[in-house]
């Protein structure tokens, strides 16, 4: 169903447009240059550049109504369940399932990998939810700092494009970044992705090397350098989201 709405249906107040049956937090930056809508389980929220008028975009809002409350939809039908940090809980690693193991040792929290199991190990009489997920995460950014650069320099190697660094953060609304400098950093969650959605964001920063925007000529670099990218790219957008310790 088609929905047409003029500017004058959506309200602003501080730092939210209210749109149809929805609210859109407004998240300025000095750093973006061009508007951006993101829906995921925190809601939707609209990134754009400082000195962006309000009126453009609500605009922006305006035009892709219909697209936000199909987003919505699917997060109704499909929501994200919240992890306990119990035996038998589901975690990917590279896009693949791997089943939580608890085992008590008078030990320091530690994790592993055995096969299709990641193991927490330790004094679990005295863990909690949250010091488990600690020793989770604090893993997967190991992981994920070992894999991501090794797999950037594959990629270097093979585009031709050389980036000044490369290192793993932690990002809120975000994937990937290229500084004008040529310094890469990448959002460790990647970890959890499949690998061909990896190389994707690995590729996509990498091509910022030659073109440090989203122009024509940038997309035709990153096609070139990796044809199925469109695939990879909708993925991310459909399920990125899901991408959670």
Not at 47 to 64: D, E, G, M
Not at 77 to 91: L, M
Not at 120 to 148: D, F, P
Not at 153 to 165: C, D
């Amino acid at each position: 169903m088609l929905v047409f709405l003029s500017t004058a249906c959506l309200k602003f107040m501080s730092n939210i447009i209210e749109g149809d049956g929805f609210n859109v937090n407004i998240i300025k930056s000095t750093r973006r240059k061009t508007m951006a809508l993101k829906v995921n389980h925190r809601g939707v929220s609209i990134h754009i550049p400082s000195n962006l008028s309000l009126t453009t975009a609500k605009k922006f809002i305006v035009q892709k109504t219909a697209w936000i409350q199909h987003k919505l939809e699917q997060q109704a039908v499909h929501p994200i369940i919240e992890k306990q940090y119990i035996d038998g809980e589901t975690f990917l690693l590279l896009g693949e399932p791997y089943t939580l193991r608890l085992h008590s040792q008078e030990t320091t929290l530690s994790v592993n990998k055995v096969d299709s199991y990641i193991d927490v190990i330790g004094r679990l009489n005295r863990a909690t939810k949250t010091s488990i997920q600690k020793a989770l995460i604090h893993w997967y950014k190991q992981q994920a700092e070992q894999y991501l650069k090794t797999q950037t320099q594959f990629w270097a190697e093979k585009t031709g494009l050389q980036p000044r660094s490369i290192s793993v953060k932690t990002y809120k609304a975000r994937w990937g970044s290229c500084k004008i400098n040529g310094d890469i950093q990448f959002n460790w969650k990647l970890i959890l992705a499949p690998v061909d959605v990896i190389d994707y964001v690995i590729v996509h920063e990498l091509c910022h090397l030659a073109h440090h925007n989203h122009s024509a000529l940038y997309w035709q670099l990153v096609e070139k350098q990796y044809p199925n990218f469109k695939q990879t790219r909708q993925w991310l957008k459909n399920h990125g989201h899901r991408l959670e310790i």
